[in-house]
C-alpha cells in the first residue's frame, strides 16, 4: 500500500525524481518548470539524494550537460517548459542520436511569441519528431508515475531512447491534488541500476561518442533510431505491467474513458482529459453515448491500436492544445486521421484547436463539442474540420 | 626534471593518432598531441571536442584518432557538454560507482569560433561553475571548417570571407578579442595563452599544468591555418615563431590571478615580419597601405604594454 499525500505536480515530479536518485540533475528555471529544479537541488542540499546538481547558464547547457552526463555512464536528468525547451531544441535531437536514455520533465507551456507563461502544448508539438517517447500526464499522479517508469522504458536495450514526461503547466503543475506515493525502496527496487554497456569513464574501453557521420551511414543510423522507437512500444506496455503489479496502477498507450459503446467521443491529452471525463459522465447521464480517449503515449504513436480503438465511432473530435499554423489541422489530428485512414477505418473527425496560451478550457465547452458531433454523427455533415473553441471572435 | 621533447617523446606514446585528417602545416594537431601527452600515462581521459575543423578531421564514423574517450555533441557546448561528463564523474566517484584506483581527466577542445563566440556562454558557465576541466582553444583566427569567415579571434585588418579586403573596406575593421583576459575575469586557477615553439617546452608545460591544476583552467594555444592564413604548409613552425617574437602572441600565464610572461623575446620583431608570410595581410603592404602596418604595430604594442603592466602590478607584494 502506498503513501497518501498531498503534492503540486511540480512536487511529484520531483518527488519522483528524489526517489529515483539519478547520478546528475542539470536544469536551468524557467516557469512553470523552475520548483522542480528548487525542490531537486534542495534534495542535494540535504543529503536526502546522492546527485550532482549541475545549475547551468542555459537550457543548452542544461541538454549538452545531460548528454555529457548520459555519455560518462550516469543518469541524467532535468526540466524544463517552453523556450527552454526550444532553446534546447538542437541538443534534444543530439541526446535521441546517441541514444541517450535521458529523462526530462517537460511541464507543458505556449512557446513564445509573443510571451506567454501559461499552459498549451506548443512546445511539446515543435520536438514531436525529435526521437524523443513522450508520456502524456492527466494529473500529478500520472506525472509521478510515468517519472517513475521512465528509467526503465528509456534505458531497456531495445529501446534506448530518451523520454519526457509531460504534464499542464500551472493546471496540473502547480494545483496541489492527493497522490498516491511508491515507498522510496519500492522505487528504488523498481527502477534498478543502470549499468550501461558502453560509456565515456569506462578506462579499461574508451568510446568515441557523436562522430562526422557522412552518406555512407547516417541514413542507417536514423533507421535504427526509428526501430528502436518501434520497439519501446512493447517495451512501454511490459514496464506498466509490472507498474500495476507494484502499485494497483493500470497504465497502456491510451486510457479509454466510456469508450467502448460510446458513439461519438473526443481524443485529447493531459489535464483536458480530466474535465472531459466531468462532461462525459453528465452526458452518460443524459442518455448521450458520449466517450473519451485520452493519449499517454504520444511518441512513439500508437496508431494501430488508437485506430482499433476508435472504428467504432459515429463521430469524433480530436482536441489540439497547439496550434500548427500549417492550414491542416493540429499535430494530433493529423495522427489520429491518419492512423485511420491507413487502417481502413472512416469516423468523420474533426479538429478543434483549444486552450491557447493558457486560456481557460470550460466544461460547457466540452459540451459543445460533443453536440458538435452529435450533430456530425446525425447528418454526416463537416462543413469545416479545422475549428476553435474558447476563442473570442467568430473562426471562420 | 628538466623538459626534454626527445624524452617526452620517446615515453609517452602519441594518444592522438595519424590517420587523422587535418591539413598539412596546421598548428592544431602538434598542438593536440602535445596537450595529450602532458597526461599522466597511467591516465584516462575524457575529451570533448566542439564542431570545427578538429573535430570533423579526427572522427569520422566509424575511425576516430583519439585514443582516450572523446564526446563530441554540437558546435557551442564543448564547455556544457564536458561539465556533464566531469559532473558525472564526480558524483558516480563519490557513490562508488567508479573504480577507485586512478584518475581521468577532462579536456575540451574548440576552435575560436566554437570559443571566443558561439560557445562562448556554454564556455563561461563551465568556468563559473568551477569544473575540473581543461579547456583548450585552438585559436586559427576565423572560422576555417567552414571557409574562413571572420570570427571575434580575427585579427585587424586580415582577409576573411565575411571580411574581405576590398576596395573601400581593408579587410576585418576591428581589433581581436582578448579570450584569455575574460578567462582570467572567472577567477579561475589557471589560464594560459601557448604556442608550439622551441621543441613545445611552453605548451607542453601549460598544458600539464592545466590538466593537473585542481579546478577549471583555460589554453589558448594558436593554430596557425595554412589555407585561412595564406602560408606555404611547410612554414608552419616558422610562422609559431614569428607570433612570439613579434609579441604578437605573448606566452604567458595567470596563476590564481598572478599574471607571468612566460618568454620575452630579447630584440622584439616587427610585427610585419609575421604578417608578410601571410596572403591574408597581403594588401597591407600594398603603397598607400603603410597606415595598416603602423595601425596592427601600435596595437600589438599596447597589448604587450599592458601584459607587462598586468604582470608587475599583479605581483607587487
Redesign the interface.
Known amino acids: 500500500m502506498g503513501i497518501r499525500e498531498r503534492l503540486s505536480g511540480n512536487e511529484a515530479a520531483a518527488t519522483a525524481m528524489r526517489q529515483i536518485n539519478p547520478d546528475v540533475v542539470a536544469a536551468y528555471p524557467i516557469t512553470p518548470s523552475t520548483e522542480i529544479p528548487q525542490y531537486f537541488s534542495t534534495f542535494v542540499a540535504n543529503g536526502s539524494v546522492d546527485s550532482d546538481f549541475v545549475a547551468v547558464e542555459s537550457e543548452h547547457s542544461a541538454m549538452s550537460a545531460c548528454i555529457g552526463a548520459e555519455a560518462a555512464g550516469a543518469r541524467a536528468m532535468t526540466a524544463t517548459s517552453a523556450n527552454g525547451l526550444s532553446l534546447m531544441w538542437e541538443m534534444i535531437y543530439i541526446a535521441s542520436s546517441l541514444r541517450l536514455p535521458i529523462v526530462l520533465s517537460l511541464v507543458n507551456r505556449a512557446v513564445s511569441g509573443p510571451l506567454n507563461i501559461h499552459n498549451d502544448h506548443s512546445d511539446a508539438m515543435g520536438v514531436r519528431d525529435a526521437g524523443w517517447i513522450m508520456l502524456f500526464s492527466e494529473n500529478n499522479q500520472e506525472a509521478y508515475d510515468n517519472t517513475l517508469m521512465a528509467h526503465r522504458i528509456a534505458e531497456h536495450k531495445d529501446v534506448r531512447l530518451p523520454l519526457m514526461v509531460c504534464q499542464d503547466g500551472f493546471i496540473t503543475s502547480h494545483s496541489i491534488e492527493n497522490i498516491e506515493l511508491v515507498e522510496d525502496d519500492k522505487v528504488k527496487e523498481f527502477v534498478g541500476e543502470y549499468h550501461p554497456e558502453h560509456y565515456l569513464l569506462n578506462k579499461e574501453e574508451p568510446i568515441a561518442v557523436g562522430p562526422l557521420d557522412v552518406q555512407s551511414y547516417l541514413f542507417e543510423h536514423k533507421a535504427q533510431q526509428a526501430e528502436a522507437m518501434e520497439n519501446a512500444k512493447k517495451v512501454i506496455l511490459e514496464v506498466a505491467e509490472d507498474f500495476e503489479k507494484m502499485t494497483g496502477r493500470k497504465y497502456g498507450f491510451f486510457e479509454e474513458y466510456k469508450l467502448d459503446d460510446a458513439e461519438v467521443a473526443i481524443v485529447c491529452m493531459n489535464s483536458t482529459a480530466g474535465t472531459t471525463k466531468f462532461v462525459v459522465d453528465n452526458l452518460r447521464e443524459q442518455g448521450i453515448k458520449a466517450g473519451l480517449l485520452k493519449l499517454r503515449v504520444f511518441r512513439p504513436f500508437p496508431v494501430n491500436e488508437i485506430a482499433k480503438a476508435l472504428s467504432h465511432l459515429k463521430a469524433m473530435a480530436i482536441l489540439d492544445k497547439a496550434s500548427s499554423l500549417n492550414a491542416a489541422g493540429g499535430a494530433l489530428y493529423e495522427d489520429v486521421t491518419s492512423a485511420m485512414y491507413v487502417n481502413n477505418y472512416h469516423v468523420p473527425a474533426v479538429n478543434y484547436v483549444y486552450g491557447i496560451g493558457g486560456r481557460d478550457t470550460k466544461a460547457d465547452e466540452i459540451e459543445g463539442v460533443y453536440k458538435d458531433l452529435l450533430e456530425i454523427a446525425k447528418t454526416g455533415n463537416i462543413d469545416n474540420p479545422y475549428r476553435y473553441f474558447g476563442l473570442r471572435r467568430e473562426a471562420k | 626534471m628538466a623538459y626534454n621533447l626527445k624524452e617526452v617523446v620517446a615515453n609517452k606514446p602519441s594518444r592522438f593518432t595519424s590517420g587523422h585528417r587535418m591539413c598539412a602545416g596546421c598548428g592544431a594537431p602538434p598542438a593536440a598531441r602535445m596537450i595529450m601527452r602532458a597526461l599522466k600515462p597511467e591516465d584516462?581521459a575524457?575529451v570533448?571536442g566542439a564542431t570545427g575543423c578538429m573535430?570533423?578531421s579526427t572522427?569520422?564514423?566509424?575511425y576516430?584518432a583519439?585514443?582516450?574517450?572523446?564526446?563530441?555533441?554540437?558546435f557551442?557546448?564543448a564547455?556544457?557538454?564536458?561539465?556533464?561528463?566531469?559532473?558525472?564523474?564526480?558524483?558516480?566517484k563519490?557513490?562508488g560507482?567508479?573504480?577507485q584506483d586512478?584518475e581521468?581527466k577532462f579536456i575540451a577542445f574548440g576552435g575560436d569560433g566554437g570559443t571566443y563566440d558561439i560557445g562562448l556562454?556554454?564556455l563561461?558557465?563551465a568556468m563559473?561553475?568551477r569544473h575540473d576541466i581543461t579547456y583548450v582553444c585552438y585559436d586559427n583566427g576565423a572560422y576555417m571548417n567552414t571557409g574562413i569567415q571572420r570570427s571575434s579571434a580575427t585579427p585587424k585588418f586580415a582577409d576573411t570571407t565575411t571580411s574581405p579586403a576590398g576596395k573601400v573596406i581593408p579587410g576585418k575593421a576591428q581589433p581581436r578579442k582578448d579570450l584569455a583576459k575574460i578567462m582570467v575575469g572567472h577567477h579561475i586557477p589557471y589560464v594560459a595563452q601557448t604556442v608550439g615553439y622551441m621543441n613545445f617546452k611552453d605548451l607542453y608545460e601549460k598544458a600539464e599544468k592545466a590538466i593537473y591544476t585542481e579546478g577549471p583552467a583555460f589554453l589558448n594555444v594558436l593554430a596557425p591555418c595554412p589555407r585561412g592564413w595564406g602560408y606555404p604548409t611547410d612554414m608552419l613552425m616558422q610562422i609559431n615563431k614569428l607570433a612570439v617574437e613579434t609579441c604578437y602572441w605573448p606566452l604567458y600565464e595567470v596563476v590564481n590571478g598572478k599574471y607571468k610572461i612566460t618568454y620575452k623575446p630579447a630584440k622584439k620583431l616587427p610585427v610585419e615580419e609575421f604578417l608578410k608570410p601571410q596572403k591574408r595581410f597581403r594588401h597591407m603592404f600594398k603603397p598607400g597601405n603603410e597606415w595598416m602596418i603602423e595601425e596592427f604595430q601600435k596595437l600589438v604594442d599596447e597589448r604587450w604594454q599592458e601584459l607587462l603592466d598586468l604582470e608587475e602590478i599583479t605581483n607587487r607584494d
Open positions: 584516462h575524457v570533448a573535430e570533423v572522427f569520422i564514423y566509424p576516430t583519439w585514443t582516450d574517450s572523446f564526446i563530441h555533441t554540437a557551442e557546448c564547455g556544457a557538454t564536458i561539465s556533464g561528463v566531469e559532473a558525472a564523474y564526480h558524483s558516480m563519490k557513490q560507482k567508479l573504480p586512478g581521468t556562454q556554454s563561461s558557465g563559473e561553475r
